[in-house]
């Protein structure tokens, strides 16, 4: 995806994205989310999904919490699921609370108790995902798998 291989441009390119509030970014953090070999600039990607209330990426960020190599980005995915309150991931986090990682499991965990939160609070419904969005976190989950390199 990248030519230039300085990984603290790419984090500052992607910070400054998501402090200048560009609205049309959020396809391009969906596609830092699903290629860009650095841990942390996915991580990045994903808290910028949800800074931008990009309820289309929430198949992206389910996929991303169970399926990515980095802990980190599992973790910042989850989270991301919570500020965007996405009940429908709710089955997801739950599975994703018995994470190999400690870190994420927990984060799992929190996730869930905020979306449930969040709902109490709104008095809205929990939410499924219907056919169309389980394909594309499945989808989403294949290009998640595909071994990276420097990862």
Known sequence: MYAHGDELLRYRVVA???????TACG???????REEPSALIRHEAA?????FSRRKSIPLLI??????????????????LSMLAASEAIPYLEAG??????I???????AISVIRYKL????????KLGPEARAKV??????????????
């Open 16 to 22: 400054g994205v998501i402090a200048g509030r560009v």
């Open 27 to 33: 396809r391009f953090l969906e596609q830092i989310l």
């Open 47 to 51: 808290f910028g999904l949800a800074s």
């Open 63 to 80: 996929a991303s919490t169970r399926n990515d190599p980095s802990d980190l980005v599992r973790h910042e995915s989850a989270i991301a």
């Open 97 to 102: 609370a018995r994470d190999r990682s400690q």
């Open 104 to 110: 994420v499991a927990l984060s799992c965990r929190l």
């Open 120 to 127: 109490r609070k709104s008095g809205a419904p929990i939410r």
């Open 138 to 151: 499945r989808a989403f989950a294949r290009e998640l798998l595909i071994p990276r390199s420097n990862a």
